[in-house]
């Protein structure tokens, strides 16, 4: 595998450079045209002035303007994409050196602090995975990405997902193409607001009533024109444009509500269409290998047009029906029938292809999932895809670590075995590593079960559904303590379907030392009932109790921390047993509390 960084670096310059060059053929460009438009205000002030110049000789100059405008438009845009991809693989290259830029899309949006691991894992939000991971253009591929990443998959749908990210890992000039389509770096698309109107009743109209409307424009135009062309002091054709105007304006007194519906309608779902019909265009022009993306590329195939010229045209058509604010189509609308004709087109595109929307939406959506995935495989080729085991509940990590970490993250083994070992109680200092392990486990269960590469040596795990306890606040506005906001989440983790990996911090930390050895025992024992698996961590030493009691499907593991040079130092290595000390007193005095 090439080195990512090597590659993205390279890129990058490529990319500088053609970003310099566009640039610097943009200023030329545009010095042109400023010196031809100037030529051509000589040319005609000498022609008014009758300075033996012909108005013929801005001819010449006019017609180099307007092809000039055209290939400065071009240069514009090979400006923007350069420009865009300079952003993509500075993002790269942050994101391997350990930094995340600011974001693009942080999945704020998905939050959501009664899920089972979300909130508590860091899945969404600033500095979270969907950060990490999320390269989508479009929101119909960021909310395939948050759901893949809100719910596990079944083990043949991880694999086949496995198979579409290794290929797509490689193809890094398909993925770059995807990441600068569009304006901008952000996606626009509103995949839920499209999906329900394509699939929503269409407006009937009579059937003769688009082609009346045509022949009505035509004849309105071709007065129009005639009216002008005569000075306005043509009395027939005056009188026969008032009658067709009296005709045009009875047409659209007839369906002004119906018209006025559609076009709001269409307001929302028609944003930034250009982008979708760009990134379906380039997966319409991909082949592929892996089944998944194979059946993703069929879903596209259908009778006529392609989706990406179908979505095309529907953008064009609003597009066209935004433009009503414009000089020209506030004159000459109203002769056109311009709102009402796009309504016409508009509601018959829907009849004829709105309910292959939806399933060209998911389509987008998974690949777009699966790129994101691919892209963030291709940056780690050393971590490899866990292996989705049938059987008992499973989790087996071997040198696991958290893909949000520096690359010196230090790497643990965690085995946790429903024929064996099930439940690790994990004691230690403050800041030695506790928490970190759960995020590790369950960050690394999400993106295997999503599909990804996972950061570790190896994982093997069963089908595990996660809920984790890491988190729980209390709630002025909701009325309700740290400890019931904790017991609430408990009960909802022993809800989840079986098996379940849970991961609990500091467990029923809210309550007195005696109910607490006996709730937490109690919720334990609950979760081993119901052929789970997991970890719990803890500072109070009186819950490694709970361990031995359960032994052998259950073990005491422990973090550690040592002075050097009269500094707490960690070495973040997870050990079998009790942790022997605490660092609290010392934490206490380094920050200057008394004691």
Sequence with gaps: MPDPRAVYAQRLNGKQQELTREDRQHRTFGNLRLLLFVILGIIVWLALARQSVS??????????????????????????????????????????????????????????????????????????????????????????????????????EVLARQHAVEELRGKLDLREDLAVLGEDFRAGVHPEALRAWSVAPGVQFPAAARPVARVLSVIALGLVVAFIATLFANIPVRLALIAVGAIEAAFFYRFRHTVQAIAAAAEEPGHDLSLLSAVLRRIEDEQFNAPLLRDIRAALDSAGEPPSRRIARLAMRIEMLDSRDNVFVRVFGPVLLWTTQLAFSIEQWRAASGAAVPRWLDAVGQFEALSSLAGYAFEHPGYPFPEIVAGAPLYDGVGIAHPLLPAAAVPNDVMLDARATRLLLVSGSNMSGKSTLLRTLGVNAVLAQAGSVVRAASLRLSPLSVGASLRATDSLQGGTSRFYAEIQRLRHILELPEPVLFLLDELLAGTNSHDRRIGAEGVIRGLLARASIGCVTTHDLALASIAETLAPAAANVHFEDYLEHGTI??????RPGVVTRSNALELMRAVGLPL
């Design 569 to 574: 130092a960690f070495d973040y290595r997870m």
């Design 55 to 156: 108005i013929g000789w801005a001819a010449a100059p006019l017609a180099a303007f307007v092809a000039l405008v055209f290939r400065h438009q071009a240069v514009v845009q090979r400006m923007k994409a350069a420009r865009r991809a300079v952003d993509y693989y500075t993002r790269g290259v942050a994101r391997l050196d350990g930094r995340l830029l600011p974001p693009v899309e942080s999945g704020e949006r998905f939050a959501n602090t009664g899920h089972p691991y979300t909130a508590d894992l860091d899945i969404f939000g600033a500095g979270s995975l969907f950060e990490l991971l999320s390269t989508a253009r479009t929101r119909a591929g960021e909310d395939m990405l948050a759901r893949w990443l809100q719910a596990p998959a079944p083990a043949e």
